[in-house]
């Protein structure tokens, strides 16, 4: 189903893994809509060595980067433009870790240099990404900024721990920075709020199995899978979608607005 949606767009992609981040599945697919792109992860993810998997499928190359780090920033937008023989006009977030998660520490007794770390990569990597670009004017106008985010910033799920304020942080400052980019530049900054999916960061959260069933029963659409969720991707950084700007974009198969659905009432049924 390619259209040609990103033809002669330029883009960077943060974060895929392996072949279950949803980072992988955009870059297969803005592959397909006639992107070019350059594929960016943090140096230890790189020791894996699957992205360069990616990168051979997708004629694109790696450049590693901490995304916490604005010195790692500065060379990689830098080298992206260099590459790709401009301006970008796309960039995905697609960020997320807890060593809190990690090392299974309850939330009323996390730890404060990981929860620290927690902040840095999964949001304020984002502030650094956007306030990097800007200094150095890297996106063009009508540029388009997506992170992946998850309905814990809203409600609460408890065993999400920590990345529930990293996930708000990180979608106020989706508002913050998209209001001030957008008066300066038109770009747009936005995310998408994703279903459970099955990756290497979503198994790190305790009872996912058990989760991703209940919230497929609780979406009238059951879950949106990695794939859908780069085919949403793609439409916002194309231009089907300019005046989109700021918002938090639920991709959850209805999950967000259902308060309880049949099939999970008739589970406390009585047995007679
Ligand atoms: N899987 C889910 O259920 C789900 C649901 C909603 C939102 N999300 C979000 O989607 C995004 C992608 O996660 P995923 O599920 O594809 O898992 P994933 O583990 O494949 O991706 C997370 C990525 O973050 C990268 N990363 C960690 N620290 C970094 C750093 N310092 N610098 C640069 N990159 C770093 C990892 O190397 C990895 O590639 C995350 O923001 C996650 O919170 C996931």
Same mark, same amino acid.
């Given at each position: 189903?390619?259209?040609?949606?990103?033809?002669?767009?330029?883009? /960077?992609?943060?974060?895929?893994?392996?072949?279950?981040?949803?980072?992988?599945?955009?870059?297969?697919?803005?592959?397909?809509?006639?992107?070019? $792109?350059?594929?960016?992860?943090? @140096? &230890?993810?790189?020791?894996?060595?699957?992205?360069?998997?990616?990168?051979?499928?997708?004629?694109? /190359?790696?450049?590693?980067?901490?995304?916490?780090?604005?010195?790692?920033?500065?060379?990689?937008?830098?080298?992206?433009?260099?590459?790709?023989?401009?301006?970008?006009?796309? &960039?995905?977030?697609?960020?997320?870790?807890?060593?809190? *998660?990690?090392?299974?520490?309850?939330?009323?007794?996390?730890?404060?240099?990981?929860?620290?770390?927690?902040?840095? *990569?999964?949001?304020?990597?984002?502030?650094? &990404?956007?306030?990097?670009?800007?200094?150095?004017?890297?996106?063009?106008?009508?540029?388009?900024?997506?992170?992946?985010?998850?309905?814990?910033?809203?409600?609460?799920?408890?065993?999400?721990?920590?990345?529930?304020?990293?996930?708000?942080?990180?979608?106020?400052?989706?508002?913050? $920075? #998209?209001?001030?980019?957008?008066?300066?530049?038109?770009?747009?900054?936005?995310?998408?709020?994703?279903? @459970?999916?099955?990756?290497?960061? #979503?198994?790190? &959260?305790?009872?996912?199995?058990?989760?991703?069933?209940?919230?497929?029963?609780?979406? @009238?659409? #059951?879950?949106?899978?990695?794939?859908?969720?780069?085919?949403?991707?793609?439409?916002?950084?194309?231009?089907?979608?300019?005046?989109?700007?700021?918002?938090?974009?639920?991709?959850?198969? #209805? =999950?967000?607005?259902?308060?309880?659905?049949?099939?999970?009432?008739?589970? =406390?049924?009585?047995?007679?």
């Amino acid at each position: 189903m390619a259209n040609n949606l990103l033809k002669g767009k330029r883009g /960077i992609i943060f974060g895929a893994l392996n072949d279950m981040s949803i980072a992988w599945k955009v870059a297969e697919r803005a592959h397909e809509e006639g992107a070019e $792109f350059v594929l960016t992860n943090a @140096p &230890i993810a790189m020791r894996m060595g699957a992205i360069n998997d990616l990168a051979e499928k997708t004629g694109s /190359i790696v450049i590693p980067a901490d995304a916490t780090s604005v010195e790692d920033l500065e060379k990689l937008i830098q080298e992206a433009m260099d590459h790709l023989g401009g301006k970008i006009d796309f &960039i995905l977030h697609s960020i997320g870790m807890s060593p809190n *998660v990690r090392k299974k520490k309850h939330y009323t007794d996390i730890n404060y240099n990981y929860y620290n770390q927690t902040l840095d *990569v999964s949001a304020g990597s984002l502030h650094k &990404i956007l306030a990097t670009a800007q200094k150095m004017d890297a996106l063009n106008e009508w540029g388009s900024v997506v992170a992946l985010t998850y309905i814990a910033a809203q409600r609460i799920f408890p065993d999400y721990n920590d990345m529930a304020d990293a996930k708000s942080l990180l979608e106020s400052i989706t508002r913050s $920075f #998209g209001y001030h980019y957008g008066i300066k530049k038109k770009v747009r900054v936005n995310t998408i709020s994703q279903s @459970p999916t099955v990756t290497t960061a #979503g198994q790190g &959260i305790k009872g996912f199995d058990e989760f991703i069933n209940f919230s497929e029963q609780m979406s @009238p659409l #059951g879950n949106a899978s990695a794939v859908a969720c780069a085919d949403y991707c793609i439409s916002m950084f194309s231009d089907l979608t300019r005046y989109v700007t700021m918002q938090n974009l639920f991709h959850d198969g #209805g =999950f967000s607005n259902t308060g309880v659905t049949q099939q999970v009432i008739e589970r =406390f049924g009585s047995e007679d």
